[in-house]
């Protein structure tokens, strides 16, 4: 059976993070191994909530995970981080001990959405993001995060530019990340919401954006649920990317449509669990059928 160990907090409430990620990683046939970076009582879009980070000496002690593993992980999905020390001690201590030879690293830098970093965040946690996705296998910020990150473009600007030159800045924005793979989130251009990414970093003809019809409203988690689902599918389809990215980005899409679609901002994440059972094995047909309806 894949593994995955999953480095990210997790709330009572709202489907986002780790909460999104297991039962998803489940699905699909995939064994996860939860290591929780914070504890909510519900994720922080909420009015009303209460954390606390679990702390450095305990992702120090999330090494002692592979003294228990019979083989090396598959899969590390490492999300979000309450704070400088504990995104450090992932990076000397947690991720280290737990990378094999052959383990693959997915970093979810969150960091920021609409242009700006989130508050919770400053400089030197950002510059400790930064040497993390240097890390990676796979990075997949949003267009806010890849701007932050790489420097290519200010997101101010990137909003001033026309499609074509948002396209050039992303696919550059792409390159930057190199030698990750990047895949970039949430490019918004009319009544369409995209991800962008390249097939083969080496070739510039394999630049691909996907596209999808937005849904109203705005909901938190998503990012953590095309994580999840790109992770499924890479196993799913001995490693397909293009493909896996498609079917992550259906999914998401395929879950919002399920909502009830008010214009709104909605806490509570993302109601996928409904669409849970396109994940798992021998139901393709039944998403086939989905796709024509």
Not at 235 to 263: H, P, Y
């Amino acid at each position: 059976m894949p593994t995955c160990a999953v480095i990210q907090d997790i709330s009572a409430l709202g489907h986002c993070s780790m909460a999104a990620a297991l039962p998803v990683l489940a699905a699909g046939g995939i064994s996860a191994i939860p290591i929780p970076t914070a504890v909510y009582t519900a994720q922080t879009g909420y009015d009303n909530y209460y954390g606390v980070p679990v702390g450095a000496e305990f992702l120090k002690k999330a090494a002692d995970i592979r003294k228990n593993l019979p083989v090396d992980l598959d899969t590390i999905l490492i999300g979000f981080c309450p704070d400088t020390e504990s995104l450090r001690a992932i990076m000397e201590y947690t991720l280290p001990a737990l990378k094999g030879e052959e383990t693959f690293v997915f970093v979810d830098p969150v960091l920021g959405d609409d242009g700006e970093r989130y508050k919770c965040f400053d400089e030197e946690y950002e510059n400790t993001l930064r040497e993390l996705v240097k890390k990676a296998d796979y990075v997949l910020p949003n267009v806010t995060e890849a701007c932050l990150l790489t420097g290519v473009v200010e997101y101010k600007d990137f909003l001033k530019a026309d499609e074509r030159g948002q396209w050039d800045y992303l696919a550059e924005m792409c390159r930057a990340f190199a030698p990750a793979t990047a895949i970039i989130t949430g490019w918004r251009v009319n009544d369409l919401v995209s991800i962008c990414l390249y097939e083969d970093i080496d070739d510039p003809e394999s630049f691909s954006v996907l596209a999808l019809p937005r849904c109203p409203g705005s909901y938190s988690g998503t990012g953590d649920l095309f994580a999840a689902v790109l992770i499924e599918e890479m196993f799913a389809t001995a490693g397909d990317l293009l493909k896996s990215a498609d079917k992550a980005a259906r999914f998401v899409f395929w879950s919002l449509s399920m909502t009830d679609a008010e214009d709104r901002y909605h806490p509570e994440g993302t109601p996928f669990h409904y669409a849970l059972r396109y994940l798992v094995p021998g139901n393709e047909d039944e998403e086939e059928e989905e796709d024509t309806d």
